[in-house]
């Protein structure tokens, strides 16, 4: 119950623009978009399809999982559903409210209120709820295989690694949980947590047998896939300043690999580059965040507090250039499409960017909700989601 408080400084700030009370909460008002604003790039929408109230008022950053040319999505109302990723055409779709799929009566239905999107891999979805269950179901058409209880609520997209599925609860608690049968094999328990944080976990990272998440005391931490013993832990943001708004050192966005190197980042902290094998820094940036980043070729991407886009150097951590033109927009975390940025913002709008210069060359609009969760790239396509559970695929044109 904790950290139901911290919609505040990301959830609330979309809940306000909606209100249109900026001047009155003491908010900085986002910046207008260019009405004159002439595309150089042509963006192709696929298709635009919808699940259920998607994250409604949860806070939470609903992404959807695209696993083997099918895009699998769910929402905080119990619904969830497969799409063909080519051509948004519904393969399969459940309701655990209308029809009870999990065999249970009607006082049981809310129990599936899933939260934080899918994780799949072969023939393994899994999803977890915001009342503290995980579940395992096939890929094939959403049929429940098992089901975990766990210590609190799941906001964060479960990984299937191989044989284990490993998932993150809101109290800090990573879970090892057997793939075959959903009985838990570990627990990894955080030693701290703070009273105050922002509402939101990062997507964990598994590789080369050891998960990796930043935490919200601020560390970057590394935990054997097998059993779940900590391997090594790394200070991401010291969470120093004289109020409690200002010590949250929250590392919420998702953490990215390329090759060894792991980059992480924190709100009132650091962008930082760390060995992977080792858990040795490599350099340090400061940079306040509390979304996802991307890395490709020689740049790593970020979105800072105040929604300006970033590109570092990923060998030193220098800046390349800084996009100010969507500040206050609430941008989600970048993803990289090709030779482009992608960002969705706090009422629909999706931008692209070139990633040579941060320059915008194209903006479409999925709805006029907000987009909090960073899009999802795959090949050559972009699959955006909207907190009311509108998702979006979007291909840029070929001459």
């Given at each position: 119950?904790?950290?139901?408080w ?13 209100c ?14 260019d ?26 950053r ?18 969830i559903?497969a799409f063909?990723?080519?051509t948004?055409?519904?393969l399969?779709s ?20 899933f939260?934080g999107?899918?994780?799949a ?8 709820t ?20 766990l ?5 964060a997209?479960p ?21 075959a049968?959903?009985?838990?094999r570990w627990v ?5 947590v ?11 990272l598994v ?10 005391a ?25 109020t409690?708004?200002d ?20 709100y ?7 060995d ?7 350099w ?6 509390f ?8 740049a790593?991407?970020g ?8 590109a ?48 915008i ?21 972009v ?17």
């Amino acid at each position: 119950m904790k950290r139901f408080w911290a919609i505040a400084l990301t959830s609330s700030l979309v809940v306000l623009a909606g209100c249109h009370s900026f001047k009155k909460e003491n908010v900085e008002p986002p910046t207008p978009l260019d009405k004159k604003f002439e595309p150089t790039l042509k963006v192709q929408r696929l298709w635009k399809s919808g699940i259920g109230d998607g994250a409604a008022e949860s806070g939470v950053r609903m992404r959807p999982a695209v696993v083997d040319n099918v895009v699998y999505a769910a929402s905080t109302d119990g619904k969830i559903a497969a799409f063909d990723a080519a051509t948004g055409k519904t393969l399969w779709s459940k309701s655990t409210r209308q029809h009870g799929w999990f065999g249970w009566g009607d006082a049981k239905r809310e129990d599936a209120r899933f939260s934080g999107g899918p994780g799949a891999a072969g023939d393994l979805l899994a999803i977890g709820t915001l009342d503290g269950h995980l579940y395992g179901m096939s890929t094939k058409d959403g049929a429940r295989r098992w089901s975990a209880e766990l210590s609190s609520e799941v906001i964060a997209a479960p990984v299937v690694a191989g044989d284990i599925v490993v998932v993150r609860c809101n109290d800090g608690r990573v879970y090892g949980i057997d793939a075959a049968n959903g009985e838990r094999r570990w627990v990894y328990d955080q030693s701290q947590v703070p009273l105050l944080s922002l509402r939101g976990n990062g997507r964990l990272l598994v590789a080369n047998g050891v998960v990796f998440l930043g935490s919200d005391a601020g560390k970057l931490v590394a935990i054997r896939l097998d059993n779940g013993e900590k391997l090594w832990e790394q200070t991401l943001s010291s969470g120093e300043g004289r109020t409690e708004i200002d010590r949250l050192n929250d590392a919420d966005g998702a953490l990215v690999l390329d090759g060894t190197t792991i980059y992480g980042a924190a709100y009132h902290g650091n962008l930082t580059a760390i060995d992977g094998p080792s858990g040795r820094p490599l350099w340090n940036h400061g940079f306040s965040t509390f979304t996802s980043l991307d890395v490709k070729d020689n740049a790593v991407y970020g979105v800072d507090d105040q929604s300006q886009v970033f590109a570092f150097d990923k060998s030193s951590g220098a800046n390349i250039w800084k996009q100010a033109d969507l500040k206050y927009r609430w941008l989600t975390g970048p993803a990289v499409q090709g030779n482009y940025v992608v960002v969705g913002d706090l009422d629909g709008h999706i931008h692209w960017m070139a990633a040579a210069d941060g320059k915008i060359v194209a903006r479409e609009r999925l709805s006029k909700k907000a987009i909090r969760a960073q899009p999802v790239v795959v090949g050559d396509t972009v699959f955006v989601e909207d907190v009311e559970g509108h998702i979006g695929a979007y291909r840029i044109a070929t001459n």
